[in-house]
């Protein structure tokens, strides 16, 4: 009997459940856009908008030591409502820390393990980073290149 073994690149890993989160996402009811640069010059994954304006971050991690490397995940907090990590099937959730969301994903779509605890953004930033994301969805939906959030 022939076994063939398939082995994925770190980067396709990557885009595959940075592509799943994207569906959940919009299965949850929120407008994602992928690698947007937050006022502070960290870059989430993925940031989204819901229905009711909430915002959420999704950090994607390809592997153990992607998450080893990256441990910037505090970083993210001020920018969100609400925060989880999105990796593959057989990442080792059990190193990841308890207190953000958890979803697994592969290229067609994912599953929240656990939700992402909500913690409301002031009135004044929510506004900021809503007219910001808005600007960068026109803009990149008018084909021009934008990553970092105004303002």
Excluded at 115 to 136: G, N, S, V
């Amino acid at each position: 009997m022939d076994v063939t073994i398939i082995t994925v690149s770190r980067p396709e890993i990557t885009l595959n459940v940075t592509r799943g989160a994207a569906r959940l996402l919009t299965d949850l009811g929120y407008a994602p856009l992928a690698e947007v640069t937050l006022p502070n010059g960290r870059r989430a994954d993925l940031m989204a908008v819901g229905r009711r304006g909430e915002i959420a971050i999704v950090e994607v991690k390809s592997g153990l030591e992607d998450f080893r490397v990256d441990r910037k995940w505090h970083e993210y907090l001020p920018y969100c409502d609400s925060f989880a990590f999105a990796v593959a099937p057989e990442f080792p959730r059990e190193i990841l820390p308890e207190e953000p969301g958890l979803m697994v994903c592969d290229g067609f779509g994912g599953a929240v393990l656990r939700d992402a605890p909500l913690t409301p953004l002031a009135p004044a930033r929510r506004k900021a980073l809503t007219i910001a994301f808005a600007r960068m969805a026109a803009m990149r939906a008018a084909g021009v290149v934008v990553t970092q959030l105004e303002g």
